[in-house]
């Protein structure tokens, strides 16, 4: 599921500012990894904020960006989504997260984890590496480069009437 706005030919009222911008959305993002549950809440080894999400103890997330260059010009486009991390890269990215010198961490490995149904073929399980970035910044997700319509929006960008297309298609069905 991905966040949705109410929208206007020329404007749209954003769900996490409340404010009135112009133009179509430049960013969409999903609330949570595709297998967490509400009923995961209930339980004490499950856990899901803005930014981190742990299931059963078992399975570990982070919330990120893929930014998308838009060669027409304007602010790149985004998608907010989750990519699964090991134990291990989870458990690094959580102990800097509040850390300045959390910018010098190599990237982490991970597999993005939510669907993007504008795309023909399934985003679920694309390759990633997670750039973490200043403290208040979501993290950045690289996909690895591949032939998928996504890692190749992310390499060779898109154009406005790409962003367009897909307030078309996430906010009027």
């Excluded at 080894?45 to 893929?66: A, M, N, P, W």
């Excluded at 690094?92 to 997260?97: E, F, K, Q």
Aim: net charge negative; proline share 9%.
């Amino acid at each position: 599921m991905l966040c949705a706005m109410s929208t206007t030919e020329h404007a749209f009222a954003c769900s996490c500012c409340d404010g009135r911008h112009d133009g179509p959305p430049r960013s969409y993002g999903s609330p949570a990894p595709v297998n967490w549950k509400p009923r995961y809440a209930r339980r004490r080894d499950s856990e899901l904020t803005g930014d981190q999400c742990v299931i059963k103890g078992r399975h570990f997330y982070v919330h990120g960006l893929i930014e998308i260059p838009v060669l027409d010009g304007g602010d790149p486009f985004s998608w907010g989504v989750w990519v699964s991390l090991s134990e291990a890269n989870f458990a690094r990215v959580h102990d800097l997260w509040e850390d300045p010198a959390r910018e010098q961490e190599p990237p982490y490995f991970g597999w993005l984890t939510t669907e993007l149904p504008v795309y023909p073929e399934s985003t679920l399980l694309l390759k990633t590496h997670v750039r973490t970035r200043a403290v208040g910044l979501r993290p950045l997700i690289e996909l690895e480069p591949t032939d998928h319509p996504l890692a190749v929006e992310q390499r060779e960008g898109i154009t406005a009437d790409r962003v367009r297309e897909f307030a078309d298609l996430l906010l009027r069905g």
